[in-house]
């Protein structure tokens, strides 16, 4: 176990209100056993911190991926705020030695329950982001996240083409063309179809603003129509 001095001191984070932090990691099972305190649990925390740290992944994909349009910032930044990765960024902070629980909740395992841990890694977020603001919140994730993120630790999310090539091959080595039938529209707003055929096939067809957007769209398409997207 670890204790809340020496993990601000780990993180590089002193907080100006400790009891911020200290209710970030307090679960409701503990207030339920603890009812002569004045502690909350980090329920309200973790509301805000869903909706401090979407916008701080958002503002970081906006200004990374000129070129991707707002569907796939979209699925991009759900695939690095889902329950998954938060686990994950929790897990490589040892967040799990912090948490403050009940003892029915910590005999049935819940220090490592997923859905806990990524609710108070939302949770920490949020009592950041009241104690000392939004610029120490992207601070922390330049150092926690965002290396993730240019790693192509969440590109499974995105390329579509690779998961449709992943497939096919499966099976049987099969060709995949991608080709740009038609553009349209006027230069500033330029849109492009793409078709991709497996062995000659139509397997999909896809819009984008971009030709690469395009032939992603095609092989979600073309994924979907397998009942093979993932």
Same mark, same amino acid.
């Given at each position: ?41 980090? !329920?309200? +925390?973790? @509301?805000?911190?869903?909706?401090? &740290?979407?916008? =701080? ?5 906006? %200004?990374?991926? /000129? ?23 929790? !897990?490589? +902070?040892? @967040?799990?030695?912090?948490?403050? &629980?009940?003892? =029915? ?5 819940? %220090?490592?329950? /997923? ?25 922390? +994730? ?9 790693? =192509? ?46 062995? =000659? ?30």
């Amino acid at each position: 176990m670890e204790d809340f001095s020496s993990f601000q001191n780990r993180v590089q984070i002193q907080f100006n209100d400790v009891s911020l932090l200290e209710q970030a990691f307090t679960h409701s099972s503990y207030v339920n056993e603890h009812r002569k305190t004045d502690r909350e649990d980090n !329920e309200r +925390l973790e @509301f805000l911190g869903d909706a401090v &740290l979407e916008l =701080g992944v958002s503002q970081y994909l906006y %200004r990374q991926y /000129p070129e991707m349009a707002e569907g796939e910032l979209t699925k991009f930044r759900a695939s690095i705020v889902c329950e998954a990765s938060l686990v994950r960024f929790a !897990e490589e +902070l040892n @967040f799990h030695n912090l948490i403050l &629980l009940g003892k =029915g909740e910590e005999m049935t395992g819940g %220090r490592n329950r /997923p859905a806990l841990l990524a609710d108070v890694f939302e949770a920490f977020i949020g009592a950041l982001y009241l104690d000392q603001g939004f610029e120490t919140v992207v601070q922390f +994730l330049r150092t926690y996240v965002y290396p993730k993120v240019k790693k =192509g630790a969440f590109s499974h999310a995105m390329d579509f083409k690779s998961q449709l090539q992943e497939f096919i091959q499966r099976d049987k080595n099969s060709k995949i063309e991608y080709e740009i039938v038609e553009e349209r529209g006027p230069a500033h707003s330029r849109e492009f179809i793409a078709h991709v055929r497996i062995q =000659g096939d139509l397997g999909g067809i896809g819009v984008g603003r971009t030709k690469k957007e395009a032939e992603q769209k095609a092989a979600q398409q073309a994924l979907e129509n397998h009942g093979a997207l993932s």
